[in-house]
């Protein structure tokens, strides 16, 4: 089974940027969607980003224009950009993939926006 592992998480200050990266162990080709989620304290799951194979992107209004989802098929691997990070952008960021007949987490990546 194909495992994701997110990287690129770590502090930063508001205003700043981040890049996470997700590497997956098997080919994300075949993967109907790629996204990415957060979960802060306390509150639920949410999507942040999500792309299809055919390069479509969806963000919710909380990080439109803000930050960016694109994916290399080739190194297998998923970005995100993050700009203009606020405190509230504060969470823990998984990646996920959605198969035909499964879906696959990345096990996290912390990111803390504070000054």
């Known amino acids: 089974q194909v495992q994701l592992v997110e990287s690129g998480g770590g502090l930063a200050q508001p205003g700043g940027s981040l890049r996470l990266s997700c590497a997956a162990s098997g080919s994300i080709f075949s993967a109907n969607v790629m996204g990415w989620y957060r979960q802060a304290p306390g509150k639920e799951r949410e999507l942040v980003a999500s792309?299809?194979?055919?390069?479509?992107?969806n963000y919710p209004d909380s990080v439109k224009g803000r930050f960016t989802i694109s994916r290399d098929n080739a190194k297998n691997t998923v970005y995100l950009q993050m700009n203009s990070l606020k405190p509230e952008d504060t969470a823990v960021y998984y990646c996920?993939?959605?198969?035909?007949?499964?879906?696959?987490w990345g096990q996290g990546t912390q990111v803390t926006v504070s000054s």
């Open positions: 996920s993939a959605i198969y035909p007949t499964n879906r696959i």
């Open positions: 792309i299809t194979t055919l390069g479509s992107t």
